[in-house]
C-alpha cells in the first residue's frame, strides 16, 4: 500500500510531549510518537514538524509580563522540545535536522528554506523551533507558514481532539464533530481550533489541513496511508 501524501508539515503540541505529566516531557509519550513518524519515513514520506513549547511556557497567559519578552521565551521552549524530538527519532535510526527561526547556531540550523527542502528531500526529518522568530505568531501560524513553504501535501494538525467540533467536546455532551469543513468557517464561527492567521494562510495559498487526535500516536502512520480519521480542512 502506497502512502497517500509524500510530504507533509506535522504540528506537534508541546502538551503532547508532556502526556499525564501535563510539563516537560514523557519520554515514553515522545517514543511513541517518534516511532510513528519513523514508520513514516521508512515509506519514503518526506517529514518536516513544527513543534510547540506549552509544556514549559505559554506567553498568553504570562500575566504582567511584556507579551513580547514572553513570546521569546516560548520560542525558546519550542527549541528545547525540537532538540528534544530530534535526540528521540536519532535514538530510533531517523537522519533529523532542526532548524530555528532564532540563531541558535551552536544548537541547531538557522531556517533557510531552500536548505530544509533539500534535507526533505534526502530523506531527512526537519523539525522547526522558535516558530516565525516573531513575537505575536502562534505556532499554529508557522506550522501553517512552514507547510506552505516546504510545499507539504497537507498540514496535520496532531491535538488531543480526535477532530474538530462545533464547542468544546470535554465540557458539552451534544458538541458534533464535522468530518469535512473550510478554513472560512474555522474563522467565522470562531471554532478555536487555531487561531484565524494561522487559518488564513492555509486558506490564502490553497493548503489542506487534516485535524486528528495524538493520544493514539499511530494515527500519524494511519493518517499518511490515507486512513480515514479526524477532520480535513480545506477551502471549496
Known amino acids: 500500500m502506497e502512502p497517500k501524501y509524500k510530504r507533509i508539515l506535522l504540528k506537534v503540541s508541546g502538551e503532547a510531549l508532556a502526556g499525564d505529566k501535563k510539563t516537560g516531557l514523557d519520554y515514553d509519550v515522545m517514543t511513541d510518537i517518534c516511532r510513528s513518524i ?3 519515513v521508512d515509506e519514503g514520506v518526506q517529514v518536516g514538524i513544527v513543534v510547540g513549547g506549552g509544556n514549559y511556557w505559554r506567553g498568553r497567559s504570562s ?6 519578552r514572553a513570546d521569546h521565551i516560548g520560542m525558546l521552549a519550542t527549541a528545547m522540545n ?4 530530534a535526540d528521540s527519532l536519532e535514538s530510533l535510526g531517523c537522519d533529523v ?24 528531500e534526502k530523506g ?3 523539525i522547526f523551533g522558535c516558530g516565525t ?10 506550522a501553517s507558514l512552514r507547510a506552505v513553504e516546504i510545499e ?26 464535522y468530518e469535512t469543513l473550510t478554513f472560512s468557517q474555522v474563522i467565522g464561527e470562531e471554532l478555536g481550533v487555531m487561531d484565524s492567521t494561522a487559518a488564513a494562510m492555509c486558506r490564502d495559498n490553497h493548503m489542506k489541513m487534516l485535524v486528528f487526535d495524538l493520544s493514539r500516536p499511530e494515527n500519524i502512520y494511519d493518517a499518511v496511508m490515507g486512513k480515514d480519521l479526524g477532520t480535513i480542512v480545506a477551502e471549496d
Open 38 to 40: 519513523k514508520k513514516c
Open 63 to 68: 500575566g504582567a509580563m511584556d507579551r513580547t
Open 82 to 85: 525540537a532538540l528534544a524530538l
Open 97 to 120: 535536522r532542526v532548524q530555528t527561526a532564532i540563531l541558535m547556531q551552536q544548537v541547531a540550523e538557522p531556517y533557510i528554506r531552500n536548505r530544509a527542502v533539500r534535507h526533505l
Open 124 to 126: 531527512r526529518v526537519v
Open 133 to 142: 522568530g516573531n513575537p505575536f505568531f502562534s505556532t499554529d501560524t508557522a
Open 152 to 177: 507539504a501535501d497537507i498540514y496535520f494538525k496532531a491535538t488531543l481532539v480526535d477532530g474538530v467540533y462545533d464547542k468544546d467536546p470535554h465540557k458539552y455532551d451534544d458538541a458534533k464533530k
